[in-house]
């Protein structure tokens, strides 16, 4: 029974999470390195330089996305600002890429160009050590925890939750940019760091550094959905998502959600951090724009349209909105914000589960079709599949309300009116088995089942106007 | 008044190596300690919110294992009482002590909840995301810090603990729905067995049997009886007969302080309570 933790996570999995893993692994970790490497460029399969960068910059975004869904979709809390996590690690890295260009910037000195230009005559303090790769590496993990764990140690014991944490990660990712605007910050000012030379001794335009730190991404983002998924099925995720649910109840049964949300706030962080430090090597810039509240808002767009709270919906979403943010913002380059802004609305209103939810939901409606006359063990097994009830997509509670016999409009009710409280964070799954079915048998189904545990459904005006009671 | 010191050895609960000392003992920090048999002790608790005084000098003590059941008008300061008792409201002034050292007014919810007391909430909470037995695991008395929970497996023992008490409370069948799918009456049992795996030595009871069926309501009432003796439980309730049924001392409260306090006849019988409930 003692067999090690790694692979005791894989064997975990379903078996669809498992074949898209390996699948996933052999195109990073072979099929890219070839197709780039080996094939010539005349090659019609040949993967170029533009291509290998741009995906390699996606993979970071989902390892940034899937960070964000830890705290998102799994403990409620929406960080609009987890783009300060991101760039700090960027930049964290971003010292150890400049001293790496030695004496063969602009001004041949050995400070970078931007210090030479500001007249410096030494490095700052905080530059101290920047020359090492470990202590970059160590930089870019403790300096987004840092400042993660210190900020949401105040937010979180302040009880500050729902839209006032939002906006308040926005302020702090705003302030965090102006200062990282000015020239005296020691940060290269708005044109922040580029024209990277090497890192770790070799030149960072070769082809092959580039397939490295693709591939580096790439297990970045395994070891994320890994680390994620251990959370998020262990009984850390259950009590995450019992505070996202129902916060005071898990005080009064003993723990305490200010250790449980700092952790995952801090540990998400830290993972932005990692990727940060992927990105920056990859696109070969770090600039205070980084840093920008829209940026942040974005990464809560990729979440929203992937299907928070599946961490796999974060990163298909990331992965979709990039790639047409790329295609976008060559071709039609102007519209672009108008897309974002409309695919917002549009997820919002008709795919509150995300891209994610709608496959799980389409591909249910054929077998949940099947398994729909059976009793409460398909039940479970229908919405229990993707790993944890608690994982399911949040669904359109609604829309049930309106069909659904009294039974289920008064459980729905009594659902809403728990969950009334902060407006976008608080919102979150309702009944993911009853929505994973045709709307007609879901309500149906509360019904009967109301009915076999309980004898006739006379309690449910009870539970309505109970539902409406502060 | 001085006590005979072999009295007090039938008792449960108290902290080891006392009973020795007839002329005291050792204080062990944390630990209940119901030496003079008092599981739970307010003194002129007052809170006012805005103006308006909830708690207006509530006094209140409730021996260990005994079943009390408080009745009051709308407004008459149960919740909020309930509300101090477990850290949620802090008094603005008054004491409420647990046992004889556990000063309740300074301790946090989750603390609280750790020294031995459980509440059920007026309004079922349970989680409604999480199965039925999750639901318990997630209450299930145990080391609930984040390094622990981070890496908890559950024990065969643990497995039994909830199995029984989802047998006590005929939960059984349904261990792996959702408990946003159970009916309203269930999820209050639901409640009350979250209660019972976290093994509290005091239960507060807000309305447990709304929304129940006459026969829900009858099974509540022998559960609670069943487990006076061995648990202190303050029930907050305004059916009459399921207070008749649990068949212990009741108190009255109206406007933030104690209006009588006795047998239900007896406080059935007084003017005052009658003027307060039916108007005059």
Same mark, same amino acid.
């Given at each position: 029974?003692?067999?090690?933790?790694?692979?005791?996570?894989?064997?975990? *999995?379903?078996?669809?999470? +498992?074949?898209?893993?390996?699948?996933?692994?052999?195109?990073?970790?072979?099929?890219?390195?070839?197709?780039?490497?080996?094939?010539?460029?005349?090659?019609?399969?040949?993967?170029?330089?533009?291509?290998?960068?741009?995906?390699?910059?996606?993979?970071? %975004?989902?390892?940034?996305?899937?960070?964000?869904?830890?705290?998102?979709?799994?403990?409620?809390?929406?960080?609009?600002?987890?783009?300060?996590?991101?760039?700090? @690690?960027?930049?964290?890295?971003?010292? %150890?890429? *400049?001293?790496?260009?030695?004496?063969?910037?602009?001004?041949?000195?050995?400070?970078?160009?931007?210090?030479?230009?500001?007249?410096?005559?030494?490095?700052?303090?905080?530059?101290?050590?920047?020359?090492?790769?470990?202590?970059?590496?160590?930089?870019?993990?403790?300096?987004?925890?840092?400042?993660?764990?210190?900020?949401?140690?105040?937010?979180?014991?302040?009880?500050?939750?729902?839209?006032?944490?939002?906006?308040?990660? +926005?302020?702090?990712?705003?302030?965090? *940019?102006?200062?990282?605007?000015?020239?005296?910050?020691?940060?290269?000012?708005?044109?922040?760091?580029?024209?990277?030379?090497?890192?770790?001794?070799?030149?960072?335009?070769?082809?092959?550094?580039?397939?490295? !730190?693709?591939?580096?991404?790439?297990?970045?983002?395994?070891?994320?959905?890994?680390?994620?998924?251990?959370?998020?099925?262990?009984?850390?995720?259950?009590?995450?998502?019992?505070?996202?649910?129902?916060?005071?109840?898990?005080?009064?049964?003993?723990?305490?959600?200010?250790?449980?949300?700092?952790?995952?706030?801090?540990?998400?962080?830290?993972?932005?951090?990692?990727?940060?430090?992927?990105?920056?090597? +990859?696109?070969?810039?770090?600039?205070?724009?980084? *840093?920008?509240?829209?940026?942040?808002?974005?990464?809560?767009?990729?979440?929203?349209?992937?299907?928070?709270?599946?961490?796999?919906?974060?990163?298909?979403?990331?992965?979709?909105?990039?790639?047409?943010?790329?295609?976008?913002?060559?071709?039609?380059?102007?519209?672009?914000?108008?897309?974002?802004?409309?695919?917002?609305?549009?997820?919002?209103?008709? !795919?509150?589960?995300?891209?994610?939810?709608?496959?799980?939901?389409?591909?249910?409606?054929?077998?949940?079709?099947?398994?729909?006359?059976?009793?409460?063990?398909?039940?479970?097994?229908?919405? @229990?599949?993707?790993?944890?009830?608690?994982?399911?997509?949040?669904?359109?509670?609604?829309?049930?309300?309106?069909?659904?016999?009294?039974?289920?409009?008064?459980?729905?009710?009594?659902?809403?009116?728990?969950?009334?409280?902060?407006?976008? @964070?608080?919102?979150?799954?309702?009944?993911?088995?009853?929505?994973?079915?045709?709307?007609?048998?879901?309500?149906?189904?509360?019904?009967?089942?109301?009915?076999?545990?309980?004898?006739?459904?006379?309690?449910?005006?009870?539970?309505?106007?109970?539902?409406?009671?502060? | 008044?001085?006590?005979?010191?072999?009295?007090?050895?039938?008792?449960?609960?108290?902290?080891?190596?006392?009973?020795?000392?007839?002329?005291?003992?050792?204080?062990?920090?944390?630990?209940?300690?119901?030496?003079?048999?008092?599981?739970?002790?307010?003194?002129?608790?007052?809170?006012?919110?805005?103006?308006?005084?909830?708690?207006?000098?509530?006094?209140?003590?409730?021996?260990?294992?005994?079943?009390?059941?408080?009745?009051?008008?709308?407004?008459?300061?149960?919740?909020?009482?309930?509300?101090?008792?477990?850290?949620?409201?802090?008094?603005?002034?008054?004491?409420?002590?647990?046992?004889?050292?556990?000063?309740?007014?300074?301790?946090?919810?989750?603390?609280?909840?750790?020294?031995?007391?459980?509440?059920?909430?007026?309004?079922?909470?349970?989680?409604?995301?999480?199965?039925?037995?999750?639901?318990?695991?997630?209450?299930?008395?145990?080391?609930?810090?984040?390094?622990?929970?981070?890496?908890?497996?559950?024990?065969?023992?643990?497995?039994?603990?909830?199995?029984?008490?989802?047998?006590?409370?005929?939960?059984?069948?349904?261990?792996?729905?959702?408990?946003?799918?159970?009916?309203?009456?269930?999820?209050?049992?639901?409640?009350?067995?979250?209660?019972?795996?976290?093994?509290?030595?005091?239960?507060?009871?807000?309305?447990?049997?709304?929304?129940?069926?006459?026969?829900?309501?009858?099974?509540?009432?022998?559960?609670?009886?069943?487990?006076?003796?061995?648990?202190?439980?303050?029930?907050?309730?305004? =059916?009459?007969?399921?207070?008749?049924?649990?068949?212990?001392?009741?108190?009255?409260?109206?406007?933030?302080?104690?209006?009588?306090?006795? =047998?239900?006849?007896?406080?059935?019988?007084?003017?005052?309570?009658?003027?307060?409930?039916?108007?005059?």
């Amino acid at each position: 029974m003692r067999t090690p933790l790694t692979l005791r996570l894989f064997a975990g *999995m379903p078996r669809s999470a +498992q074949v898209a893993l390996a699948l996933f692994a052999l195109a990073a970790w072979g099929w890219v390195p070839f197709a780039h490497l080996a094939l010539a460029p005349e090659h019609a399969l040949h993967l170029s330089a533009y291509w290998v960068s741009l995906l390699g910059k996606i993979l970071c %975004y989902m390892v940034l996305a899937v960070a964000l869904d830890l705290i998102w979709g799994y403990a409620g809390i929406l960080s609009l600002g987890h783009g300060l996590f991101f760039a700090l @690690g960027g930049y964290a890295f971003g010292m %150890y890429l *400049m001293r790496g260009i030695g004496r063969d910037g602009s001004y041949q000195s050995d400070l970078p160009d931007f210090m030479v230009f500001l007249d410096w005559k030494e490095l700052p303090w905080y530059w101290a050590g920047s020359d090492s790769f470990l202590w970059a590496l160590f930089l870019a993990m403790a300096l987004p925890g840092a400042v993660a764990f210190v900020f949401g140690w105040f937010a979180f014991r302040s009880r500050i939750k729902g839209v006032y944490f939002s906006i308040i990660t +926005q302020a702090l990712t705003y302030a965090a *940019m102006l200062l990282f605007f000015r020239n005296e910050t020691g940060f290269g000012g708005n044109n922040g760091f580029t024209d990277f030379k090497r890192i770790l001794g070799y030149p960072i335009t070769a082809p092959e550094t580039r397939v490295a !730190l693709f591939a580096l991404s790439a297990a970045l983002l395994v070891a994320a959905l890994v680390l994620g998924r251990y959370l998020v099925t262990s009984r850390f995720g259950r009590v995450l998502a019992a505070i996202r649910d129902a916060e005071s109840r898990v005080m009064f049964i003993g723990y305490n959600p200010l250790h449980y949300k700092l952790f995952v706030w801090t540990l998400s962080a830290v993972l932005c951090g990692l990727a940060g430090a992927l990105y920056v090597p +990859q696109v070969g810039i770090i600039n205070p724009s980084e *840093m920008s509240p829209a940026n942040s808002i974005e990464i809560a767009i990729w979440v929203a349209v992937g299907g928070r709270g599946t961490l796999v919906g974060a990163v298909v979403g990331a992965g979709l909105v990039n790639l047409a943010k790329s295609w976008f913002t060559v071709s039609f380059p102007e519209y672009w914000p108008f897309v974002l802004g409309f695919l917002f609305v549009a997820v919002t209103l008709f !795919l509150p589960d995300g891209v994610v939810g709608l496959v799980r939901r389409l591909t249910r409606r054929v077998a949940g079709d099947a398994a729909s006359r059976g009793e409460g063990g398909t039940f479970g097994a229908s919405a @229990g599949s993707p790993a944890h009830p608690a994982a399911a997509p949040p669904g359109p509670a609604r829309a049930l309300a309106g069909a659904a016999p009294a039974t289920a409009a008064g459980a729905v009710a009594d659902a809403d009116a728990s969950t009334g409280e902060g407006a976008i @964070g608080a919102e979150r799954p309702i009944a993911p088995a009853a929505r994973a079915l045709p709307g007609a048998y879901a309500a149906q189904s509360l019904e009967t089942r109301d009915e076999r545990a309980n004898g006739p459904a006379v309690t449910s005006p009870a539970i309505a106007t109970k539902g409406v009671q502060p | 008044m001085i006590q005979p010191a072999p009295d007090r050895d039938a008792r449960v609960g108290e902290p080891p190596g006392h009973r020795d000392r007839p002329s005291g003992h050792v204080v062990v920090p944390g630990a209940l300690d119901l030496t003079h048999n008092v599981i739970l002790y307010l003194e002129d608790i007052s809170v006012s919110f805005d103006g308006f005084r909830a708690l207006n000098r509530l006094s209140l003590a409730i021996d260990a294992g005994e079943l009390r059941a408080i009745i009051g008008p709308n407004g008459a300061g149960k919740t909020t009482m309930m509300d101090v008792i477990t850290g949620k409201t802090r008094p603005d002034e008054g004491k409420a002590f647990f046992g004889q050292t556990l000063d309740l007014t300074r301790l946090t919810e989750p603390q609280i909840a750790h020294a031995g007391i459980g509440r059920k909430f007026q309004k079922p909470t349970v989680f409604e995301h999480h199965t039925v037995f999750e639901n318990l695991e997630l209450a299930l008395k145990a080391d609930k810090r984040v390094r622990r929970t981070l890496f908890a497996r559950l024990a065969d023992d643990e497995r039994d603990r909830i199995a029984a008490v989802l047998a006590r409370v005929r939960l059984a069948a349904e261990a792996d729905r959702l408990a946003g799918l159970l009916s309203h009456g269930q999820k209050q049992w639901l409640e009350i067995a979250m209660l019972l795996v976290q093994e509290p030595r005091l239960l507060l009871l807000d309305e447990p049997v709304a929304g129940m069926t006459d026969e829900e309501t009858e099974r509540t009432a022998e559960l609670f009886v069943s487990l006076a003796g061995t648990h202190s439980l303050v029930v907050v309730e305004h =059916d009459m007969s399921f207070v008749a049924a649990l068949g212990g001392k009741v108190t009255v409260l109206h406007e933030g302080a104690v209006l009588a306090e006795g =047998d239900l006849a007896t406080v059935q019988a007084d003017e005052r309570v009658i003027e307060v409930y039916l108007g005059r």
